[in-house]
């Protein structure tokens, strides 16, 4: 397995951190006022226009009756109302050493576990692996911090079960071996189990601007030190961010997932678990249709007959999955088995046909192109250069070949898979052509 997938890197532009304080979990984002644009001409006298009125925000909380008691706590004490908002820019790896008990293969199987955990009869929103309950890597807030209790590895999806429609989220990180307070407002029952773990249950709602989101949850404090909180509620996002009305998951169904072993930080990993597929992305010209599971299914099913001969991948080409910019295309990255090669591969609806005559290839380049009809009507067009790539080391300099081939139906389906290599390059483009036109990698 090459470096590059054992990492599985994502790069965000942006990350939104939720704290997560005892009994209270708060997310926000700074936005600093922009500065003015520096210059050393004379200015004239501007009229400043009137500010505009921020949008109203109001939260409406269940009321806390703060000196009743609470099942299964001997005391009971006020939350504390501190509530943090920061925002990071910066790169996230699987293999962060500063949290040893997880990586990429424990991602994996923490995901699988989840998904296993959920009832028969609920199904997950079909969606980018991110936003499918796939642990992503640990934020790390820095050297400053004490590892390993500075930060969690979060997995959310939307789930379905029958009218019910809501959110998913489990976070899990290692903690101190010592359970929290009982805070008034955050648990309404607190169990102890056979094996040592202490499980808080809640079930509580809140209002922002009107709109009431009911929700629950269930932390778990295991004996090996691993905090796992799981929520969920009536929220969803497709294809617009509404309220069901009903939260498709019980609290009893919740507390099996946070119980499940495979969470903890101290189980296992079973050998050959490979890491997490990573993301990968496309476009359409038009906004193309949104792809299905079944057209997923369709469209894996046609590439699983390529023969690739000799050349063997880390991740076979019919492992399509949603692009992390939306469901109008299906996509997969994969890398060559021991060669520092990789493939990208992306299918979508809506594009229009090129015509030769629209084209204009950059001569300076360095790139040589072949535009070509075939008798349907398909276009077929092919980019084959060198590129390179500077590293964060000085004089850190790669070339590598890129070969790129793009085959675009008269439907408006578009195929485009490319292969980069620092070397010998494994996949050439009449390989890649051959897999392009596969018969079947249509969409409608």
């Known amino acids: 397995m090459s470096e590059r997938s054992a990492k599985a890197r994502w790069t965000d ?30 200015t004239s006298p501007t009229v400043e226009p009137e500010p505009t009125a921020p949008e109203e925000y109001v939260r409406v909380s269940e009321p806390v009756d703060t000196s009743a008691p609470i099942p299964g706590c001997d005391t009971v004490v006020e939350a ?17 050493p500063r949290f040893p008990w997880f990586n990429g293969p424990k991602a994996t199987a923490m ?12 199904e997950l929103a079909f969606a980018a692996p991110q936003q499918s309950l796939l642990f992503g890597p640990i934020f790390d807030f ?7 209790y500075s930060g969690s590895t979060d997995a959310w999806g939307v789930v379905d079960r029958g009218d019910a429609s809501g959110s998913v989220q489990v976070s899990v990180q290692q903690g ?19 094996d040592g773990t202490v499980v808080d249950l809640l079930d509580t709602w809140a209002e922002i601007n009107g709109v009431r989101t009911i929700s629950r949850s269930v932390q778990a404090y295991t004996t090996d030190g691993t ?42 990993v079973p050998p050959g678990t490979p890491p997490p597929s990573e993301g990968c992305s496309g476009y359409t010209e038009n906004g193309g249709p949104d792809l299905t599971r079944e057209d997923q299914q369709r469209l894996n099913s046609a590439l699983a007959s390529v023969d690739l001969g000799a050349v063997a991948l880390d991740r076979k080409l019919d492992t ?16 060559v088995v021991g060669a520092d090669e990789t493939l990208q591969l992306s299918i979508a609806g809506g594009h229009n046909v090129p015509v030769e005559d629209e084209i204009r290839p950059d001569p300076y380049s360095g790139t040589q192109d072949t535009f070509r009809s075939l008798a349907d009507g398909t276009v077929v067009q092919t980019s084959a250069g060198y ?56 969409v409608s």
């Open 80 to 96: 504390d109302e501190e509530r943090f908002s920061m925002s990071f820019v910066g790169e996230r790896s699987y293999d962060n």
């Open 387 to 442: 590129y390179g790539v500077t590293g964060e080391g000085d004089g850190d300099y790669q070339q590598r070949s890129s070969n790129t081939v793009t085959v675009t139906r008269p439907g408006g389906t578009r195929v485009q898979i490319s292969a980069s290599s620092a070397g010998y390059q494994s996949l050439s483009i009449e390989m890649l052509e051959s897999i392009a036109l596969t018969p079947g990698l249509e």
């Open 142 to 148: 820095g050297d400053g911090d004490e590892p390993p």
């Open 111 to 122: 995901s699988d576990a989840v998904a296993s955990a959920l009832p028969d009869d609920v």
């Open 320 to 335: 399509l999955q949603p692009s992390d910019m939306g469901l109008d295309t299906l996509c997969m990255a994969s890398n």
């Open 176 to 194: 101190p071996h010592t359970v929290p307070d009982c805070v008034a407002g955050s648990l309404d029952e607190r169990k102890t189990l056979p």
């Open 13 to 42: 532009g942006l990350v939104v951190v939720s704290i997560v304080a005892v009994g209270i979990i708060v997310a926000g984002a700074l936005q600093a006022p922009a500065e003015p644009e520096l210059t050393t001409a004379a």
């Open 227 to 268: 905090w796992i909180h799981v929520s969920a509620d009536d929220r969803t996002n497709t294809p617009e961010p509404a309220n069901s009305g009903e939260i498709p998951l019980t609290l009893p169904e919740l507390e099996l997932i946070a119980t499940e072993p495979a969470l903890r930080v101290s189980t296992p």
